[in-house]
């Protein structure tokens, strides 16, 4: 957010908006980093408020791509992304990124104290609010073994934390903010099994009741999505449930049997 190009505005007359149901269309979008090929070529896609998207497919094909564009941290070349049948450019940017939240393999953290740092989720939030989240982020717990608790330090880039407690401390801030539309980059790296077990049942919480694009890497936690998307070479391939895509696109089939080789 911090390299953001300063050529992303708010627009003229913005739409007002207050809370979005979280309807996320995707028409015919087509976008390139400056003087590249297109990450992303005609793309077309709906995903319906309420539901859980799965985004997968070979390194490189697109899916982080495609899951920026929903709070416009880049710019679309050709076609539209529009949520609840807006197109982001005619919301403003506060208005637009109130309503999502991104939950990052490496979340970007200050060194500043644990509190401040989850306050960045909603920066009105009471204490008993941040407290809240943490709880339900699994967080409380290593943050008051820590020994300043809530008023630790947490070094350059959260240095002094694990990338698991990172994790919960982006999944607390996640749940401060309550967005209707969520983004989880899922972690490609292993965690330690119980990090990954209070991850993924602090994931299970937060997901309720919310459009959530997940850019999956671990199939056990996709196979449950309402629709699974195939990115490849910046296009969607198949689109379909975990059943379907299993016998009818083999580039699923073959990230799919991989993973469960080397999970
Ligand atoms: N900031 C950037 N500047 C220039 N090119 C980029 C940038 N980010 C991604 N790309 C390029 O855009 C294409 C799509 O990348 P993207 O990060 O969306 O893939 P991905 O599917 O998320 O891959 P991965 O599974 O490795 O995270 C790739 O060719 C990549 O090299
Ligand atoms: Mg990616």
Redesign the pocket.
């Known amino acids: 957010m911090l390299k953001e190009p300063l050529t992303i505005t708010d627009p003229a007359s913005p739409v007002s908006v207050d809370r979005l149901r979280g309807e996320v269309k995707f028409d015919a979008v087509t976008f390139a980093?400056?003087d590249?090929?297109p990450?992303l070529k005609n793309v077309s896609l709906q995903i319906p408020a309420g539901t859980t998207c799965a985004l997968v497919?070979?390194?490189?094909?697109?899916?982080?791509?495609?899951a920026n564009l929903v709070p416009r941290f880049y710019e679309v070349n050709a076609g539209a992304v529009s949520i609840d049948g807006h197109d982001v450019r005619s919301l403003r940017l506060s208005d637009l990124r109130r309503n999502i939240a991104v939950v990052s393999q490496d979340p970007v953290l200050f060194n500043d104290t644990i509190y401040n740092n989850l306050l960045l989720g909603r920066e009105n939030a009471t204490r008993d609010e941040v407290i809240a989240a943490a709880v339900d982020a699994h967080a409380d717990e290593f943050i008051r073994s820590l020994p300043q608790g809530y008023d630790t330090i947490v070094g350059e880039r959260g240095a002094l934390l694990s990338g698991g407690q990172k994790q919960r401390i982006a999944i607390a801030r996640a749940f401060l903010r309550n967005a209707p539309i969520l983004i989880l980059d899922e972690a490609t790296s292993a965690l330690d099994s119980q990090s990954e077990q209070m991850i993924q049942e602090a994931l299970r919480k937060l997901v309720v009741g919310k459009t959530v694009l997940i850019?999956a890497h671990r199939f056990s936690t996709i196979r449950d999505a309402s629709m699974i998307v195939v990115?490849d070479r910046?296009e969607i391939v198949a689109t379909g449930s975990h059943p379907e895509l299993y016998g009818a696109s083999p580039l699923y089939k073959e990230l799919y049997d991989r993973q469960l080789v080397t999970a």
């Not at 497919?57 to 495609?66: H, L, N």
């Open positions: 980093y400056a590249g090929e990450a497919g070979p390194s490189g094909a697109g899916k982080s791509t495609f850019i990115f910046g």
